[in-house]
């Protein structure tokens, strides 16, 4: 928790004032039953009506200033709160942005929102509790046992016995609840999981008429977490029951000791009034104290979930004195690089080493698990090379800004997403400042430009949420032209063109090459129509390079890479070169 009380610094002046003003309103409480025991010592007793109005007069005035100093730490502890979880969500939100994908794997997307979302929640309430409760309740304490003191040494001791038992109680119920809660995040985090996978998938789901069993897995993921909550809410309500019948039983001790004193003439009724307020109201602020330190290990659990992604560190990092050149030929080199997922995962990539030239066509063929996908991730840094090195430009990538590095490629994957927003808007994402005659031939050499002028606004027209109105075809296309617009030094198609038809993909190639005539292009495909047209085409197998050369070359002398082509071509025209 000390860790993200620098998000507070900020709002300090309305985090001291909320303090304050709860010392008024602790002062208006402590100082009503004083008033009233000599309201009913010296104005009931006596028949002093004036003495009874003045008085009165006078605790309601307290009484009023007290409202309003709890009214107004009321605002100045919502407003820091509030201002606190925005600026923690917010930075929480930048961390995320900045974590390698190897960070991003290992929290899971689910985890992710939960910490965004309920997490700050929890943290924001608990400092909403401690601008109030933790200067009320030991204030409030401490000033009612003073004036106990003060009034009665020997009632005091009521307080001796009572004190230890809610101490022990409150201890206890924290000791089982913060296990408790720490689970109760884990299993919200599984029902974001489904609930992400379900909404994800929905069309699959259908699809299959697996309804009813997605239906069954949200159920248990649900019931689980019910079946926790319920657990944590029993121990909470267990809490009360617990302090109120201390409570009740100290303030049976108060009346049966006060009445033996008002009888033996050693104290007075309104003093005895008074000790049953000042009673009731030390019991008050160790029953705000429980509530508090349950919502202390809740939220504790919320900000060591917290403090774990802002801790995760920026993996992808830049070596001392990078250069910010931008990229400018894009010629690829890959020295010796091998690549694993963790320490002590097998390597997906091993020894690879391949040159790619300014301006030429790579097509990358292989089996599912090869290591195709992974290979060109290595390019913008969404990983760092286990061994090895990668040059762009001659540089090593690791010595050029990453913000630079970045903005000279562009990458298009198979499943691409496309934003909510008009179709304008998702090609010029890829170039906030291009103008329209620049997103129209971005299109067109996308092949994209035909059905958005089919669309009910052309450019203008609203996307759904992940372009659900639009097919898969469509997309990739969308995708297509957000990446090229910019016109990269570097260009990444992972299987990005395996919605499209033959005769629009044929179309697609030949546009690209007029369009982006000094880009080097990558290209993951499982269609040969496709890598024919590449300069070189790299064979992967298991991590390692199996082949490399020309289709003519491979077709000749590459064993796999022929088994591929007659899968898809044919055994005639294998046989006939």
């Not at 100093?69 to 502890?77: F, R």
């Not at 830049?318 to 690829?332: I, N």
């Not at 690089?337 to 790579?362: A, C, M, S, W």
């Not at 199996?546 to 046989?575: D, F, W």
């Amino acid at each position: 928790m000390r860790k993200l009380l620098k998000y507070i610094k900020p709002y300090w002046k309305t985090a001291l004032l909320a303090p304050v003003l709860m010392m008024v309103e602790v002062a208006g409480d402590l100082l009503q039953p004083v008033i009233m025991a000599r309201i009913v010592d010296e104005g009931v007793a006596r028949g002093d009506l004036t003495f009874v109005l003045q008085y009165g007069a006078l605790m309601i005035g307290i009484a009023l200033i007290g409202l309003a100093g709890g009214w107004g730490c009321g605002i100045t502890s919502t407003v820091t709160a509030l201002n606190f979880a925005t600026d923690l969500r917010s930075q929480l939100y930048r961390k995320i942005q900045q974590l390698s994908f190897v960070d991003l794997d290992r929290f899971k997307t689910e985890s992710l929102i939960t910490r965004l979302t309920n997490d700050v929640t929890q943290v924001q309430i608990l400092v909403i509790m401690a601008l109030r409760m933790l200067v009320r309740a030991p204030l409030l304490a401490a000033g009612s046992l003073l004036l106990i003191l003060v009034i009665n040494l020997k009632m005091a001791l009521i307080l001796a016995v009572a004190l230890p038992l809610l101490l022990l109680s409150v201890l206890l119920i924290i000791y089982k609840g913060l296990p408790l809660f720490q689970l109760v995040q884990e299993k919200l985090d599984k029902v974001n999981g489904v609930i992400r996978e379900n909404l994800g998938g929905v069309r699959v789901v259908k699809a299959f008429v697996r309804e009813d069993r997605e239906k069954q897995r949200f159920s248990v993921a649900n019931d689980e977490q019910i079946r926790v909550n319920k657990k944590a809410a029993r121990l909470m309500i267990l809490m009360q029951p617990a302090t109120m019948t201390i409570m009740n039983c100290s303030m049976v001790a108060v009346l049966w000791f006060g009445g033996k004193l008002v009888a033996a003439g050693s104290l007075q009724i309104g003093e005895v009034i008074a000790l049953i307020n000042y009673f009731s109201r030390i019991l008050f602020a160790f029953t705000m104290v429980t509530f508090m330190m349950m919502g202390v290990s809740r939220a504790r659990v919320s900000a060591n979930r917290i403090n774990e992604v802002l801790a995760a560190g920026v993996e992808i990092t830049g070596a001392p004195g990078v250069s910010a050149e931008p990229v400018q030929t894009g010629e690829v080199d890959f020295v010796d690089v091998t690549f694993q997922y963790g320490e002590k995962g097998r390597p997906v990539l091993d020894g690879i080493n391949l040159t790619v030239k300014h301006g030429e066509t790579v097509a990358i063929l292989g089996a599912t698990g090869s290591g195709k996908s992974t290979l060109v991730n290595l390019i913008p840094r969404l990983y760092e090379v286990t061994k090895g090195r990668i040059l762009v430009d001659g540089r090593d990538i690791r010595e050029i800004q990453l913000r630079i590095l970045r903005d000279g490629i562009s990458m298009v994957p198979q499943n691409p997403l496309l934003f909510t927003g008009s179709v304008k808007e998702n090609i010029r994402w890829g170039k906030p400042d291009a103008t329209e005659e620049e997103v129209i031939a971005a299109a067109k050499a996308a092949q994209a430009h035909d059905f958005i002028m089919q669309l009910p606004q052309g450019y203008d027209s609203m996307l759904g949420q992940r372009g659900v109105n639009l097919s898969g075809g469509q997309k990739q296309r969308l995708a297509i032209a957000r990446a090229i617009i910019k016109k990269p030094k570097i260009l990444i198609l992972d299987d990005s063109t395996s919605a499209l038809d033959l005769k629009t993909e044929s179309r697609l190639w030949v546009a690209l090459q007029s369009f982006l005539q000094d880009t080097t292009c990558f290209i993951i495909t499982q269609r040969i129509t496709t890598v024919m047209r590449a300069d070189q085409i790299i064979l992967l197998e298991k991590g390692r390079i199996a082949g490399c050369g020309s289709h003519g070359e491979l077709l000749r002398t590459n064993p796999l890479y022929q088994e591929i082509y007659r899968s898809q071509v044919g055994e005639e025209v294998v046989a006939n070169g």
